[in-house]
């Protein structure tokens, strides 16, 4: 079937699973509505639709706000490695003296230069490291964030497809029906997610690989 082969092949790329899962979840609960609002909008079927479409709205944006301060955390905490940095630039910067007089002044002078070398590197690599840790937390800030606008998006399409007043109530049920269908494939093939993006060495690699795509698509 070309939806399922759609799918799979949309399952692999960044997000694919949680892309599918989101967009299956949205079509479900439109042609859920759909045949709910077909017994009335005040009957229990209606009124337990109309709540969990408000929980689960609920729920994305409280994910993108926790996503958000787990960003500005790890913003900070970055930040405060680079301050580490500075305070320790200045500091070497105070104490270092002119040339030395004499060789064993040169000698001391080359010691602490080489030490205040070493600790530059070890500021630049723990800088690094932080960076590169915090990445499956932006990823996922992104992807919060992405979500809110793609249910968004595929609600007002699906009211739009569902609320159609100029086809009869008939098709409108035929195209409750096949979104229905379409969300329980997307649901199904989005269970298994081919990449693992709290992982700080593969949030790395989705980056580089996205990089590298923007790049040679512009050349």
Same mark, same amino acid.
């Given at each position: 079937?070309?939806?399922?082969?759609?799918a799979?092949? $949309?399952?692999?790329?960044?997000?694919?699973?949680?892309? $599918?899962?989101?967009?299956?979840?949205?079509?479900?609960? &439109?042609?859920?509505?759909?045949?709910s609002?077909?017994?009335?909008?005040?009957?229990?079927e209606?009124?337990v639709?109309?709540?969990?479409?408000?929980?689960?709205s609920?729920?994305?944006?409280m994910?993108?706000?926790?996503?958000?301060?787990?960003?500005?955390?790890?913003?900070?905490?970055?930040?405060d490695?680079?301050?580490?940095?500075? =305070?320790? @630039?200045?500091e &070497?910067?105070?104490?270092?003296g002119?040339?030395?007089?004499d060789p064993?002044?040169?000698?001391?002078?080359?010691?602490?230069?080489?030490? =205040?070398?070493?600790?530059?590197?070890?500021?630049?690599?723990?800088?690094? &490291?932080s960076?590169?840790?915090? $990445?499956?937390?932006?990823?996922?800030?992104?992807w919060d *964030?992405?979500?809110?606008? /793609?249910?968004?998006?595929?609600?007002?399409?699906?009211?739009?497809?569902?609320?159609? *007043?100029?086809?009869?109530?008939?098709?409108?049920?035929?195209?409750?029906? &096949?979104?229905?269908?379409?969300?329980r /494939?997307?649901?199904? *093939?989005?269970?298994?997610?081919?990449t693992? $993006?709290?992982?700080?060495?593969?949030?790395?690699?989705?980056? @580089?690989?996205?990089l590298?795509g923007?790049?040679?698509?512009r050349?």
């Amino acid at each position: 079937m070309a939806t399922s082969q759609e799918a799979s092949e $949309l399952v692999r790329v960044s997000f694919g699973g949680r892309l $599918l899962r989101t967009i299956g979840g949205v079509y479900e609960q &439109a042609a859920r509505a759909f045949f709910s609002s077909c017994k009335g909008n005040f009957s229990v079927e209606s009124q337990v639709n109309s709540w969990t479409e408000s929980a689960r709205s609920v729920s994305v944006r409280m994910s993108a706000g926790w996503s958000m301060v787990q960003s500005a955390m790890a913003v900070k905490k970055m930040h405060d490695v680079a301050g580490a940095q500075q =305070e320790e @630039e200045a500091e &070497a910067e105070t104490e270092g003296g002119g040339d030395g007089q004499d060789p064993s002044s040169q000698e001391r002078n080359a010691a602490k230069a080489a030490q =205040e070398q070493e600790k530059k590197e070890k500021v630049a690599r723990e800088a690094m &490291a932080s960076l590169e840790g915090s $990445l499956p937390v932006f990823l996922q800030t992104i992807w919060d *964030v992405s979500a809110i606008d /793609i249910e968004s998006t595929l609600s007002a399409v699906c009211d739009k497809v569902l609320k159609d *007043v100029s086809v009869p109530w008939q098709i409108r049920h035929r195209r409750a029906r &096949a979104l229905l269908r379409l969300a329980r /494939i997307f649901r199904d *093939v989005g269970q298994i997610e081919h990449t693992d $993006l709290s992982q700080a060495s593969t949030a790395k690699q989705h980056l @580089e690989e996205a990089l590298y795509g923007a790049i040679k698509e512009r050349g």
